[in-house]
């Protein structure tokens, strides 16, 4: 203790000042029998060689653990397809590599063996309606099938075997997402059901033990097993809000675990070796998504790729010596097709020109189109006016994650920003020039919409009693709660008689739901919308909703009459790109949409050894 004394003046000051305070505790009587101490040149080696052992264990307890080397840092990478896929899975042995990609048309499940450079088209077309919102591809676990579907409600989860043919129907028709244990004797998934209960059963499907669930409204998404089959990973929270983190849990469903507090959308979880955890996310500013690992000892995250390439998948193979990834080079853009009295084709749609090269999440207010684009980091604003664009928010100071609210004139946006572990929302100026939080006790979840008048902004979010809709003044005041429950991405009609949102989603859809501005609620036509983006807005004039259907890759506008309560379609669209939001210009003739194309590739990444 007096070694290690923070006292100066009580600190012993030399080896010899501890030397004669070790002699004089080993007595110094020259009594018979009782030894003479020894001299202190003898005891002075000893003194050294023990203060400095006990320097080093002090210091080894108190400084930081080192950061372990990035696992990519001396990793070899081999490309596997030259044209665009959407997802992969490599098989148990490391030596085959399924994707899927629509080269040929349509959704299908290619095969590679690892070197050879032949890509076998195994579905043919016939594989229905890839990809899904969730791992939609697989090996089983000798490697000798692949399991497809799964991924979206109506795709019959299936197996095939590993040369093509016929797929056959495996487990219930809600079944998402397998995975097999390490030996191969037991599997883990999930269904569509409420909170998506995950299941463990023998490999064949039988004997299923539920192990975990939650309420409606939280998910459970692509469970996969550690290496050694002692845990099962799995991403856990609200995708419909891009707020998940890593999980984990036993087997027997004991011992769940959040293992990050990132609340963003994390995906893909690959465990490797005992240490490392691999998974897909975005950054905390809204970039990328990049490739993380996991570190299970320090148990903390660090970004594993380098440089702007975007990873979309990844899987490891049994021995965790190889990861298979899709590597992404997205393109974003805006365009625009008419509402016309016949259904519009594909022919109808024309590009929106902006001067940004990427564009996303259109708003009309007043006579400018707000939009979010990015220049490098995460996604701010942009105000395009009489042709010019302006950047109003830039995404290095704080990335935009929702689509933005803007008012009736244009004159102010509502904008959510991640502050201090919440999503906060906050009203801009349409210049960009000042910037007001509002309503700092609601977590905001989704998008926002404003009052025709603009003196309300509706938005769904979570207070200290839970989560609900939540109607907020802009004189003052505190919020009304118009729904209790998950309610997200409302519109507020033109004539402020009502309120559309989604309600609580199960599965990859929520319904359409209805509330009048005093919290009474409306039946509408069941109508159910995707989970992911902002999907209903009204015309001009009120009288009608427009809002999207279809897959995930593929998806229509349709047009639903509030008189008549009659639905028709509006077009019918080839384009397989993903579609977030739109929006209907003031003269109602035409509607504004985005489009999003990955562009990934599928690469081989062969880990260096440990």
């Not at 244009?410 to 000042?434: F, M, N, P, T, Y």
């Amino acid at each position: 203790m007096r070694c290690l004394e923070k006292n100066v003046e009580r600190r012993f000051q030399s080896a010899s000042d501890l030397a004669f305070a070790l002699e004089s505790l080993s007595g110094t009587s020259t009594a018979k029998g009782v030894p003479q101490p020894k001299s202190r040149r003898a005891w002075l080696p000893w003194v050294i060689a023990a203060a400095l052992l006990m320097g080093t264990a002090v210091w080894e307890m108190v400084r930081p653990a080192a950061a372990p080397a990035n696992p990519l840092e001396k990793a070899h990478f081999t490309r596997v397809t030259d044209f665009e896929s959407v997802e992969a899975a490599i098989s148990p042995d490391g030596r085959f590599v399924a994707f899927v990609s629509d080269h040929d048309g349509p959704f299908d499940v290619w095969l590679t063996q690892v070197g050879t450079g032949r890509l076998i088209n195994l579905t043919q077309g016939k594989a229905g309606p890839l990809p899904g919102p969730l791992r939609s591809v697989g090996f089983s676990g000798d490697g000798s099938e692949i399991w497809l579907g799964g991924g979206d409600v109506g795709m019959r989860l299936r197996l095939m075997p590993l040369t093509g043919g016929t797929p056959r129907n495996f487990l219930g028709e809600d079944t998402a997402n397998l995975a097999w244990s390490p030996d191969g004797e037991r599997i883990v998934y999930h269904t569509f059901g409420k909170g998506d209960p995950m299941f463990v059963a023998d490999r064949s499907g039988a004997n299923a033990q539920r192990i975990f669930v939650e309420r409606p409204g939280i998910h459970n998404h692509f469970p996969t097993w550690s290496p050694d089959g002692r845990w099962i990973y799995f991403a856990h929270g609200t995708p419909a809000t891009r707020e998940m983190d890593l999980w984990r849990i036993d087997p027997a469903g004991q011992n769940p675990e959040r293992l990050t507090q990132i609340n963003t959308d994390v995906a893909y979880p690959t465990p490797v070796g005992n240490r490392t955890v691999f998974y897909v996310a975005r950054d905390g500013d809204g970039s990328g998504p990049w490739l993380w690992a996991f570190d299970l000892k320090r148990k903390d995250s660090r970004r594993a790729s380098i440089g702007l390439e975007q990873y979309t998948s990844v899987q490891a193979s049994a021995d965790g010596r190889k990861l298979v990834a899709t590597i992404s080079n997205p393109v974003a853009g805006l365009w625009t097709v008419p509402i016309l009295d016949r259904v519009a084709e594909e022919h109808d749609v024309k590009p929106f020109t902006v001067p940004t090269v990427r564009a996303l999440a259109p708003r009309f207010g007043g006579s400018s189109l707000f939009y979010l684009s990015s220049l490098g980091t995460g996604d701010g604003l942009w105000r395009l006016r009489n042709g010019q664009a302006t950047e109003v928010w830039k995404g290095a100071d704080g990335a935009l994650l929702e689509t933005p609210a803007v008012s009736p004139d244009g004159g102010r946006v509502a904008i959510v920003l991640r502050r201090s572990g919440k999503r906060q929302l906050h009203v801009l100026s349409s210049d960009g020039a000042e910037l007001q939080p509002i309503a700092e006790g609601i977590d905001v979840q989704g998008t926002s919409c404003w009052s025709p008048d603009g003196r309300w902004i509706v938005t769904g979010g979570s207070d200290a009693t839970g989560p609900g809709l939540f109607k907020i003044p802009l004189e003052g005041g505190s919020p009304f709660r118009l729904v209790a429950g998950q309610a997200l991405n409302p519109v507020w009609s033109p004539d402020g008689s009502l309120v559309v949102y989604a309600g609580t989603n199960v599965s990859t859809f929520a319904p359409l739901l209805a509330v009048r501005p005093d919290g009474t609620s409306v039946e509408l036509p069941h109508i159910s919308l995707r989970r992911l983006g902002e999907h209903v807005r009204f015309s001009p004039d009120g009288k009608s909703l427009i809002y999207m259907q279809g897959l995930l890759a593929a998806q229509d506008f349709w047009l639903l009459d509030l008189a008549s309560m009659k639905s028709r379609a509006l077009t019918r669209l080839q384009n397989r790109a993903a579609m977030r939001t739109f929006d209907v210009t003031s003269d109602g003739k035409q509607i504004v949409f985005d489009r999003l194309r990955e562009n990934s590739q599928v690469v081989m990444i062969d880990l260096p050894k440990e």
